[in-house]
């Protein structure tokens, strides 16, 4: 069965730092998109992209985020100055066509913590 | 505002026994409910979506109703076993965009 592939499976670094968390969505998928989960917290959207662009975005995904899709299958999302209270697990996911009652697909997620 | 509640962040079950997981919405009239299975450290995984018009929907040992009146949706899980013990998560997908999560319920079977 397809599945979404997360890199890395986990990521420390210190507060400050770019990182830069990769997703390789199922190849005929449409849309993408990231959220994150605080230790003990719900799933949280950040953000969906379709057709090279954000579609939404949620007041967590500030100027301090953004998303690409440098080629045709990996998904990335970038963090630029990492700040302690981005450490949570983030998760990709993809659908293939936005469809209500379609499956979305989640990755095993990356782990990030900041020191 | 809208909200989509799971209420009891814990369930404690004999092996065997029906479990029951509830979750509330406030606010509006969601077209769909999703239910995902999420284990530790795990991405969530799709089990099932019920429409509104929808009243059951089944899945091998599993059942999910949607109660328009009531607001709610009930999972179920029949002849529950150790290997069912994960957290469920309720959800509401929007169009093309994005999944609304309830905070989810950690069910635990006991053998």
């Known amino acids: 069965e397809p599945e979404v592939t997360q890199t890395p499976s986990h990521q420390v670094t210190q507060m400050g730092q770019e990182v830069i968390l990769r997703c390789v969505p199922i190849?005929?998928?449409?849309?993408f998109y990231w959220y994150r989960q605080i230790l003990g917290q719900k799933v949280e959207f950040l953000v969906s992209?379709?057709?090279?662009?954000?579609?939404?975005k949620s007041e967590i995904f500030d100027d301090q985020f953004s998303v690409e899709r440098p080629d045709g299958s990996n998904f990335t999302l970038k963090i630029r100055s990492t700040k302690l209270e981005d450490s949570a697990m983030y998760f990709c996911?993809?659908?293939?066509?936005?469809?209500?009652?379609?499956?979305?697909?989640f990755g095993p997620g990356t782990r990030l913590l900041v020191l | 505002s809208q909200k989509i509640e799971q209420n009891s962040e814990a369930l404690n079950i004999q092996e065997g026994k029906t479990a029951t997981l509830t979750c509330n919405y406030t606010?509006?009239?969601?077209?769909?409910l999703q239910w995902y299975r999420q284990d530790p450290g795990r991405g969530p995984v799709f089990l099932l979506l019920?429409?509104?018009?929808?009243k059951e929907k089944r899945k091998e040992r599993l059942k999910v109703t949607f109660d328009t009146t009531l607001k709610q949706s009930l999972f179920h899980i029949t002849a529950s076993q150790p290997a069912d013990s994960a957290t469920y998560l309720c959800?509401?997908?929007?169009?093309?965009?994005?999944?609304?999560f309830g905070s989810g319920t950690r069910l635990s079977i006991r053998p």
């Open positions: 606010n509006y009239s969601p077209a769909y």
């Open positions: 959800a509401r997908p929007q169009r093309a965009s994005k999944i609304i």
């Open positions: 019920i429409r509104e018009n929808e």
């Open positions: 996911a993809s659908i293939r066509s936005g469809g209500l009652g379609e499956t979305q697909y």
């Open positions: 992209f379709y057709n090279n662009e954000i579609s939404e």
């Open positions: 190849s005929n998928h449409l849309y």
